[in-house]
C-alpha cells in the first residue's frame, strides 16, 4: 500500500520525466550562422502580390550588379532575407535603399542580432518628396522641415533648382510609414491668413494606387474601387 508520502515522491519524478528539456546552444554552435547573418540584410517589398524567392533573386542579382553569393529566404507577408558573400555589397545595396523591384518599392535594412521584438520588421522607407506651388517667399528650409513632418520623420530638406514655370522647388527627404495613404498636396497658411494649396510629388516611388492612395497596386487591381463600384459610391 503508497503512503501519502510515497505517493508525492512519485508523482515529483512524473513532473521531471514530463519537464520538456531545455538545449542549451553555445556561441561555437551558431558561429557560423552568426557570421552569415552578419553579412545580411531584411527587406521588405511594399506591394499587395508575393514574388517567389527565385523571381526575387534573379532580379535583384542584376539590379545590384551581380553581388556575389547573393541568397534569398522568404521571411513571409514579402519580408525577405538577403545573404551576400562580401561585407562591401551589403554596405552598397543598404546605402542605395530603398529600390524598386518591378516597379514596387523594395527597401533594405542592415540584419540586427537578438533585435527588440519588431526591430527587423520593416513599416517605414525614405524618400524624397517635391513641394511644389509656393510663393518665393515661403521657399525656406524651414518651410521645408515643417511640411515635411506632415508626411513623414523628416531626415534631409533642401532647395533645388529646377527647369520649368519655377526655377527652384524645396525637396524633402522624409522617411514614411508605408501602409499610410499618400498625399498629392497641402493645404498652408502665410502670415497673410491667405490659403494655398500646395502640390506634393515622389521620387522612385513605383506602383501605387491613384483611388485609394495606397502603395502596393494600382487603380485597375484597387479591391476598395470594386468595393465602391458594387456599391454605387465610386469617389470622383
Known amino acids: ?104 518599392i523594395l527597401h533594405v535594412i542592415r540584419w540586427k542580432e537578438d533585435p527588440m521584438e519588431g526591430q527587423n520588421a520593416i513599416s517605414t522607407f525614405s524618400i524624397w518628396v517635391q513641394i511644389w506651388g509656393l510663393s518665393e517667399q515661403f521657399k525656406t528650409i524651414e518651410v521645408g522641415r515643417k511640411l515635411g513632418m506632415k508626411i513623414g520623420s523628416v531626415v534631409d530638406v533642401g532647395l533645388y533648382e529646377v527647369r520649368g514655370k519655377e526655377t527652384r522647388i524645396i525637396k524633402a527627404n522624409v522617411e514614411m510609414e508605408g501602409d499610410r495613404r499618400l498625399r498629392d498636396s497641402m493645404k498652408i497658411t502665410g502670415p497673410n491668413k491667405k490659403l494655398i494649396e500646395v502640390g506634393l510629388r515622389y521620387e522612385r516611388l513605383g506602383t501605387f494606387c491613384t483611388y485609394c492612395a495606397l502603395l502596393g497596386h494600382d487603380s485597375k487591381h484597387c479591391q476598395q474601387l470594386l468595393d465602391d463600384s458594387a456599391s454605387d459610391s465610386v469617389r470622383e
Open 1 to 104: 500500500m503508497d503512503t501519502l508520502g510515497g505517493n508525492q515522491q512519485h508523482t515529483r519524478e512524473e513532473d521531471k520525466e514530463n519537464t520538456e528539456e531545455v538545449v542549451v546552444l553555445e556561441e561555437e554552435d551558431i558561429s557560423e550562422g552568426l557570421h552569415a547573418c552578419l553579412r545580411s540584410l531584411n527587406g521588405r517589398i511594399f506591394a499587395d502580390r508575393t514574388f517567389s524567392t527565385s523571381t526575387m533573386e534573379g532580379v535583384m542579382t542584376a539590379i545590384w550588379g551581380r553581388p556575389e553569393g547573393l541568397r534569398v529566404v522568404d521571411k513571409g507577408k514579402n519580408q525577405f532575407q538577403f545573404f551576400f558573400d562580401k561585407d562591401t555589397d551589403v554596405a552598397r545595396v543598404e546605402r542605395g535603399s530603398p529600390w524598386l523591384f518591378k516597379n514596387f
